[in-house]
């Protein structure tokens, strides 16, 4: 589903996994770990087309990443950043606001599937009428991870998704992303959690 193809990037003179490479197959739940500036954010961005390659390929789903085949690729990618920040006062603007995007618009909104997977995440129905200045990061990370769910991508891309939850939350989260690789989606993920680690399939060093 998605392979990584002897790639670099390069940010003036600094040079980024020189000759990286990574194949996922689909299904398959891949946790990326590395220290601090080694890139972990870069390559997800890499992937979804936001950063520019020095060298090598990246293929998702077969299409090989250009600046042609960007759009197409990205509309089969869900992808949850660390830091979300929406201009929306209300949690329901907050969860709609996703499958308006243009790579979005083909994805239909289910409010029973999402108040299912409110459920799989120990989160309220309740939740969905608050304020987002309500809320607090943990449920703003769970509430977005099952809106990245529920527009059934191929793909699913994850930096950090339990940097604010308590063990128990992120066990959850561990559950609930598992399920979705068993039913196909393929996870991408970047995670200092060793518990989330322990999760995936797969650990990819850098």
């Known amino acids: 589903m998605i392979r990584i193809q002897d790639i670099s990037v390069r940010f003036g003179n600094l040079s ?11 299904g398959e739940s891949v946790c990326i770990r590395g220290g ?4 972990k954010t870069t390559l997800l961005k890499a ?5 520019p390659l020095h060298k090598g390929s990246i293929y998702v789903d077969g299409a090989r990443l250009s600046s042609r085949t960007a759009d197409v690729i990205r509309r089969k990618i869900a992808w949850m950043p660390q830091e979300l920040s929406l201009p929306t006062e209300w949690v329901s603007e907050m969860i709609q ?18 108040m299912d997977y409110f ?5 309220e129905e309740a939740l969905y009428h608050k304020r987002v200045n309500e809320i607090s990061g943990g449920q703003r990370q769970r509430i977005m991870l099952a809106v990245a769910a529920l527009l059934h991508k191929p ?3 994850v930096d950090e998704p339990t940097s604010a939850l308590d063990a128990d939350s992120c066990l959850k989260v561990i559950a609930f992303l598992q399920a979705r690789c068993q039913q ?3 996870l991408l993920a970047v995670s ?14 850098l």
């Open 16 to 26: 980024l996994f020189d000759g990286l490479n990574l194949h996922i197959q689909p």
């Open 97 to 114: 606001m996703p499958f308006e995007l243009k790579a979005n618009r083909e994805c239909g909104f289910s409010h029973g599937q999402l």
């Open 184 to 186: 196909g989606t393929t």
């Open 192 to 205: 200092h959690d060793p518990q989330f680690a322990s999760g995936c399939h797969r650990v990819f060093n």
């Open 119 to 123: 459920a799989q995440l120990g989160l």
């Open 36 to 39: 601090s500036g080694s890139g």
């Open 47 to 51: 992937v979804l087309g936001f950063v």
């Open 155 to 157: 793909v699913l891309i």
